[in-house]
């Protein structure tokens, strides 16, 4: 195992941003970037496999475990369930579980010291990716996303003007306004929030 090469932070080209919670830009990078990071520091050498997995209503869930160097790290990963606008139908179970895992692969590679810096609130995030902007009412969120939304903040004991006060705080309009891509960040914040507090 090679921990400077663990440790050593993503270049700034590879680092992205996406709205987080409370309009808050949080940094990421790609998880095939976390995979070439796991090659070069076990020389290939390493496992990933899926420990369980759990369909929510808007989200999946899912627990992974890393094996590299004789280490053992586990560590939960989600994802919103994407949701086709016109039909307000799932789109992919099975992607949207790809994207759990990877958060989860990811997860689990900060606790070896893979992009540790990205938690970091010195981390500069990209100034040339702007939020996304609100587009016609062809890309508002779906019924199911607006009832995933109201369900979880009943479940955190938020009343209704409460939950409208958050989302107007994080993406300047109320949870009937926003976007697709904006609901499925707010719908994962929330459940985010709602697995903490439990």
Known sequence: MNRQILEQPFPQNLIKSRKGFAGKQL????GSNYIERLNQAFEGEWSFEILQHEVQASEVIVLGKLTAGGIVKAAF????????????ETVS????????ATDSLKKACSLLGI????????TVVPQNEQPKVK????????????????????NLGMGSDEARRRCV??????????????????????AEEQRGAA
């Open 27 to 30: 940094a990421y990078v790609e």
């Open 77 to 88: 990963g989600g994802s919103a369930i994407t949701i086709a606008r016109d039909t307000g």
């Open 93 to 100: 179970l099975a992607d949207d579980l790809k994207s759990a």
């Open 115 to 122: 992009g540790l810096h990205l938690y970091s609130s010195e």
């Open 135 to 154: 587009t016609a009412n062809g890309d508002r969120l779906t019924q199911k996303q607006l009832a995933a939304i109201w369900s979880i903040a009943r």
């Open 169 to 190: 705080k994080a993406f300047n309009c109320v949870p009937e306004q926003l976007s697709k891509s904006d609901a499925s960040y707010f719908i994962q914040e929330l």
